[in-house]
């Protein structure tokens, strides 16, 4: 069987676009691959069949409703183009919110540790090795969105209607937490 590439090649030569010099080479490996060949001149008798049909032309009507289905079939691609890119936004921005405590709280850590030089030098690596890691984790999860959106479109407007209710059962979470710890108080 032809490899791509040589598939390619037959139907530059079935559609004149070969330069002799490459149309030579599709020969000569013709010649090598009986079974190439044989794809080729199969190919080759479509060809003609196609070319020797007679040609009709498609109603107007027709081709006016083609042309509305595209036009709304790109319509629809911008919208969920524009729609993914304010979700992708949103999501970028919750992760930026999620990780402003974590820099406030290193920020504190290095105004705290100032008065001592040694510990200013730990808490310099510490925090320069927990942003190397938050780094790290931000750039494989825009990866994975930019592949995951790619492939699914209609997932970051998905994930933006779930928002609300994963904070809401955050909060409910939280609630219940807190609950349960005034009653061990009380209790």
Same mark, same amino acid.
Request: glycine content about 4%.
């Given at each position: 069987m032809a490899n791509e590439q040589h598939r390619r090649l037959m139907q530059e030569a079935l559609d004149e +676009? @070969? #330069?002799a010099e490459a149309q030579h080479e599709l020969l000569k490996q013709l010649d090598k691959e009986p079974e190439a !060949? !044989? +794809?080729y001149q199969r190919l080759r008798q479509v060809d003609q069949l196609l070319r020797s049909a007679p040609l009709e032309r498609a109603p107007q009507r027709l081709a006016l409703s083609i042309m509305a289905r595209l036009a709304e079939t790109l319509k629809a691609k911008e919208q969920l183009a524009r729609t993914s890119? @304010? !979700?992708t936004a949103l999501g970028l921005s919750l992760v930026v919110l999620l990780a402003l405590p974590l820099l406030v709280a290193s920020a504190w850590l290095f105004l705290s540790a100032v008065g001592s030089a040694a510990a200013l030098s730990s808490l310099i690596q +510490? &925090? /320069?090795g927990l942003l190397a890691v938050l780094v790290g984790i @931000? =750039? &494989?999860? /825009?990866?994975n969105a930019q592949i995951i959106v790619a492939e699914y479109p209609q997932v970051p407007v998905l994930l933006v209607a779930l928002v609300p209710v994963a904070l809401?059962? @955050?909060m409910r979470y939280a609630l219940n937490?807190? #609950? *349960? =710890?005034? *009653?061990? =108080?009380?209790g």
């Open positions: +676009q @070969l #330069s !060949a !044989a +794809q890119g @304010l !979700a +510490q &925090i /320069v @931000l =750039e &494989i999860f /825009v990866q809401f059962w @955050l937490q807190q #609950s *349960d =710890e005034s *009653d061990r =108080e009380q």
